[in-house]
């Protein structure tokens, strides 16, 4: 347990400062219940005398009358400072957002990418490619993480890089990653939102970040990067990278629902002798789950796009879609769901030398597995096609949360020979 950073005992009143999980700061004074408590407690103390100098000060206490069982209110006061702060976060408080910053803080949070050999190798074809539009450039990295991207301009030559990050902890580790590496003064960490933080500069040539979620939207990225864009970006710079796009392809995802099927309908579980869960089995194709295909063979149909993103055009309003879609089947087989990927594209507007490839990263399932691996939405039943028929319907997605959206609903429309079906799902934080 932590230690309170202040306490305050007037007999009617408490305020107690506690140091939540995440990064929220509340006021006890908040919690009555508890503040009763405490204040009967105190009652027995008179005077009290409370001196905290830092937070591994003792609580001195004087003329004490009879022992106060300060772990059983501190406790419970902790347990409901800990469920303020998550309804805060679910019923969308202003600082809802800290629960998805204090995830960064986490050194292990970044591994994934950072051991992902197809983004890094895509990074690296990127930077190299733009080298000659980074070289003399300022440079700002949204989202820094461990300043990695900002790392890679600044070794391409870059005037100076400005890598912000809203994550105390990832920002901290970043200065000390890039101190580390010798390049302390070339970049320059700032804490912060990237949309509310001041520069030095009045705009950027460069803008690079790691922004994409689960089909694109998740996580809520792309809608403070549109802001920083607009209030930074020079008229002629370039964003890396600046092309997106999201694909869906029918899928034959009955292997795994039959696993489910018989991890819950299978033998009692829990304790004693076991308690039949076959109740749950209905709920497992509601909720979307990121994985990969086995098998080549279990992508039924081709694929079809469903949002084309240019970072240099986009506006909030295009994050919420609805896009009409025809699958047509590769091969004979049944569709018991959906499978959706991304691919990027850095194409810094055409100023490439003619020599150059465009560099690109995709999480196709057709290519080498990445960290992104790929977004199923089951169906609640396999649908039966023969070569060359059709699945039609729509797929729509409806940023939900406060402020940015990082959870997503998505409603899928199906029609096959006459028959229609409707599905909604939700992307959770």
Request: proline fraction near 6%; charge should be positive; aromatic fraction near 8%.
């Amino acid at each position: 347990m932590r230690c309170p950073n202040a306490l305050n005992s007037p007999t009617n009143h408490l305020q107690h400062t506690w140091p939540t999980p995440g990064r929220c700061r509340l006021k006890a004074s908040r919690l009555l219940p508890a503040a009763g408590a405490a204040a009967a407690d105190l009652a027995a103390v008179t005077p009290a005398l409370v001196q905290l100098q830092g937070r591994s000060s003792p609580i001195k206490l004087t003329r004490r009358t009879k022992p106060i069982a300060w772990h059983r209110w501190e406790y419970r006061l902790y347990q409901q400072l800990v469920q303020l702060e998550e309804d805060n976060a679910l019923l969308g408080a202003p600082d809802s957002d800290e629960w998805y910053f204090s995830y960064w803080d986490c050194p292990d949070s970044h591994l994934a990418v950072l051991q992902d050999d197809a983004y890094q190798t895509a990074w690296t074809q990127a930077i190299t490619a733009a080298a000659h539009l980074i070289k003399d450039a300022v440079v700002l990295d949204v989202g820094c993480g461990l300043g990695t991207l900002a790392m890679m301009a600044a070794k391409a030559g870059a005037k100076h890089v400005y890598a912000v990050d809203a994550s105390p902890g990832a920002a901290e580790l970043a200065r000390k990653v890039i101190a580390a590496n010798g390049l302390s003064n070339k970049i320059t960490v700032i804490t912060g939102r990237a949309e509310q933080v001041s520069l030095p500069v009045r705009n950027v040539d460069v803008i690079v970040s790691d922004w994409m979620g689960s089909m694109l939207l998740h996580e809520g990225l792309l809608g403070p990067l549109i802001r920083v864009r607009d209030r930074w970006l020079s008229p002629d710079g370039i964003i890396l990278p600046d092309m997106a796009r999201l694909h869906v392809v029918g899928v034959d995802d009955r292997q795994y629902l039959a696993e489910q099927s018989k991890l819950w309908g299978g033998q009692p579980m829990g304790p004693g002798d076991g308690f039949d869960m076959k109740a749950v089995l209905n709920a497992v194709v509601k909720h979307p789950r990121v994985d990969t295909v086995s098998r080549r063979a279990q992508l039924v149909t081709d694929t079809q796009q469903l949002l084309s993103i240019d970072l240099y055009k986009v506006r909030l309003q295009h994050l919420t879609f609805k896009t009409p879609f025809t699958l047509t089947a590769q091969q004979a087989g049944r569709v018991s769901g959906l499978l959706t990927y991304i691919d990027t594209a850095f194409t810094c507007r055409g100023k490439l030398k003619p020599n150059i490839a465009v560099p690109t990263f995709t999480t196709s399932p057709t290519k080498p597995s990445t960290s992104w691996l790929q977004l199923f939405f089951s169906f609640p039943r396999a649908i039966k096609l023969e070569l060359g028929q059709q699945l039609t319907g729509s797929f729509g997605i409806d940023s939900a949360g406060v402020p940015y959206g990082r959870m997503l609903n998505v409603d899928v429309d199906i029609e096959f020979q006459g028959l229609k079906a409707h599905a909604a799902y939700q992307l959770k934080r």
